[in-house]
């Protein structure tokens, strides 16, 4: 199981939760999982194309997954996958 | 609240939300605008008005989303624009002006964002703020939320020069050094101000926050006799400052004070070492590929994963301006040459700008007959570091005319 920690304007999608727990064994596995069980967070994460969406950034381990495979970075048992809005930050 | 100001507004999908500490669309979570009654605005607000107010940026508070707060304006902005002759002259520009933005209460252009959004956050009730931040913007929290009694936590990345860090803990905020990027920072920085309720001024204020960038543009026009100019030249960073600057032109005529419709070319300034949004602009695309370990000595602009990167991208294509990647080695030139010919003396991210207006007027981007504005944004006196042994005595000599008189290089 790999944990999902979601921003606060995402958690009422999944039940108010901020943590959820998913199957997975990459990034697109794992949150392919969630999205199907909440379908208003589907199309929030995802593009048409199946990519993700581009306000929306992905870390596994607080590293962002397009420096590694994008939805094809491998994820481990207990490992913590955080979704957030890109928009942010300046100087 | 500001008189005007209506509420906010998702820039992607038009979503409306109140006028609150949120800077994200819930449904497509797309950056969050500020809007304003501008039929009342146009109806109401003068040139005349303007020019009788502060000699602040909050002159322009009608255009603003908060009140001026005593408590937070350091006399922040409205800062001279200055004819540059003498640089023009090294450019072949003979309509160059420059911004001069060292001269902001904490020596950077970022007081202008800071004023507005600790103002915001006092009207919206918080008591703690924060940032994170490359340097300049830490300075600029610290000093505000100082004098407003606000308590700030700021996190940096680790390996900041002496002066940004000593001009942000000395106002005595929450300092933290955090071991990875600014991008590292960041994203921190957003957990942070999501799990606490912090005002992080560029993550929960983010809508108002930007709206202080657009006074530099206010003021430019002003300046100018309230005409836009035809080319301006800005440091990019997240491209926040570069997209609300070509804004601010816009935002000006629609609000009835200038007369003439701006046309302005928007270039932007990248150092090679951390360059995404001018490797996007190269390769044509609006794909910006984060850069994971920026390595350049203009640290105020190493962020690898520029937030308003795509609509800085946007501003520059659609206005016909350009993008230009600079090396260290230009940069430190170019902070001399500022320096020699204007008396002034910039950080490392204005002789990035320099750099760059330096290099697009050589390739024919900036043209001669345009009115040119290069925005200097801070300060030299915090990035010492950088310069190594350039900047240093011609010689060391015994206190004697004789020894004086070898010594001079003329």
Known sequence: MVTVRLHSAMRNLVGGSPRVEVQGATVREALEHLAGRHEDLARRLFDRDGGIRRFVNVFVEDEDIRHRDGLDTEVEDGQTISVLPAVAGGG | ?410
Request: hydrophobic share 40%.
């Open chain 2, 1 to 410: 609240m500001s008189s005007y100001l209506l509420g906010l507004a998702c820039r992607e999908c038009g979503a409306a939300y109140p006028a609150e500490a949120r800077s994200i669309c819930d449904e497509c979570f797309g950056p969050l605008e500020a809007t304003y009654d501008l039929e009342r605005l146009r109806s109401e607000v003068t040139r005349e008005t303007i020019e009788g107010g502060p000699a602040s940026l909050w002159r322009y508070q009608p255009l603003l989303p908060a009140t001026r707060d005593p408590w937070v304006d350091l006399g922040d902005g409205f800062t001279p624009l200055r004819r540059a002759e003498r640089l023009g002259a090294e450019f072949g520009l003979p309509k160059l002006y420059l911004k001069d933005e060292t001269r902001n209460p904490t020596h950077s252009f970022k007081d202008r964002v800071v004023s507005v959004a600790l103002a915001r956050a006092r009207e919206l009730g918080f008591d703690t703020v924060g940032c994170a931040s490359t340097g300049n913007l830490a300075n600029a929290v610290a000093a505000h939320a100082a004098a407003a009694g606000l308590r700030a936590v700021i996190l940096v990345p680790a390996g900041l020069e002496a002066g940004k860090i000593a001009s942000t803990a000395v106002y005595g905020a929450a300092l933290i050094e955090v071991d990875g990027t600014y991008d590292d920072a960041n994203r921190l920085s957003g957990e942070a101000a999501d799990e606490f309720g912090w005002a992080f001024v560029n993550v929960s204020l983010r809508p108002y926050y930007v709206e202080g960038s657009k006074t530099i543009a206010f003021e430019t026009a002003e300046q100018l006799g309230w005409r836009a100019p035809d080319h301006v030249v800005v440091p990019v960073a997240s491209g926040a400052l570069l997209t609300r600057v070509g804004k601010g032109f816009r935002d000006l005529h629609e609000a009835g004070l200038l007369e003439e419709e701006p046309n302005v070319r928007v270039s932007g300034a990248q150092a090679a070492g951390c360059g995404p949004v001018a490797e996007a602009f190269e390769r044509g695309t609006e794909e910006i590929r984060p850069v994971r370990y920026p390595d350049t000595i203009a640290k105020s602009l190493a962020i690898g994963d520029p937030a308003d990167g795509v609509y800085a991208l946007r501003e520059v294509r659609s206005s016909s301006g350009a993008v230009a990647a600079v090396s260290d080695e230009e940069i430190v030139e170019a902070v001399g040459l500022l320096a020699r010919t204007e008396g002034l003396f910039t950080e490392t991210a204005g002789g990035v700008t320099v750099a760059t207006l330096s290099r697009l007027a050589v390739a024919g981007v900036i043209r001669p007959d345009e009115t040119v504005v290069a925005y200097i944004t801070g300060m030299g006196l915090k990035t010492l570091e950088a310069f190594g042994e350039r900047f240093r005595p011609a010689r060391t000599i015994s206190p004697k005319l004789e020894a004086l008189a070898e010594a001079l290089p003329w």
